[in-house]
């Protein structure tokens, strides 16, 4: 059990819809990361935050948005979903420098979005 | 181009036996660190084990260790003595940059490789 919590663990929907996914970084981790992992694409880095801001934007589509609230929970809302939306997305968190040298990040379960 | 690039879309091995996972990647960031995540059939990423792009030694974590190549820009992982529970997916990353607090620290993964353990 990394200490990430993602709920929920599946979802399934139909195109044009929004979803929100939720996710619980590890006590004290500051840093929340949101991956997709699909077959086309494999995993890829969607955004960062830190301590409630946004940090870093890789492969995000202007459809996906997300945040971090005061509690440092994150949510990722996913609008007019696609089939191609279908994919497992996880949530990582690290402790950024007061985490040492590895700043290893350790990923929740993932969410399984599903859409029909 | 690819920035990590794992060669073996899937591969055997038999119990007991040691195996190597490739990685090669591409940076022109003189820091950067390596990452080995597993995947088993459930889902989770379990992290694995980490190189530093400064680091002399190449790192060891148990039956695991990283074969690291600077100059070839190779990151291969080796695990020694294969159970049957290391039959997953692995998957090799980087990240680019120092480490900081500001932006970045990122991983960009590989397509992964799929090990079989053969009983």
């Known amino acids: 059990d990394s200490g990430v919590t993602q709920t929920p663990k599946h979802l399934i929907t139909a195109t044009g819809q929004r979803v929100t996914l939720r996710c619980s970084p590890r006590s004290g981790d500051l840093s929340v990361y949101w991956y997709q992992q699909s077959l086309d694409q494999g995993l890829q880095f969607l955004i960062q935050?830190?301590?409630?801001?946004?940090?870093a934007k890789g492969n995000i589509l202007e459809r996906f948005s997300a945040q971090q609230f005061p509690d440092l929970h994150s949510e990722l809302n996913l609008s007019s979903l696609e089939l191609g939306d279908s994919a497992l997305y996880f949530c990582a968190s690290s402790a950024g420098l007061a985490g040492g040298p590895y700043n290893e990040q350790f990923f929740g379960p993932g969410t399984r979005l599903t859409v029909l | 181009a690819q920035k990590i690039t794992q060669t073996q879309p899937g591969m055997f091995v038999q119990e007991k036996e040691a195996v190597t996972l490739d990685c090669t990647y591409d940076t022109s960031d003189p820091s950067y660190g390596l990452f080995w995540y597993k995947q088993p059939s459930s889902g989770e990423m379990i992290f694995l084990i980490y190189?530093?792009?400064?680091?002399?030694q190449n790192a060891t974590e148990g039956r695991y260790s990283l074969n690291f190549q600077k100059a070839r820009k190779s990151a291969n992982l080796v695990i020694s003595a294969s159970q049957l529970g290391d039959s997953a997916m692995y998957f090799c990353a980087m990240r680019e940059g120092r480490l900081n607090n500001n932006a970045g620290n990122m991983l960009t993964f590989g397509g992964g490789t799929r090990l079989m353990v053969k009983p």
């Open positions: 935050y830190y301590n409630g801001e946004e940090r």
């Open positions: 190189q530093g792009s400064y680091d002399q």
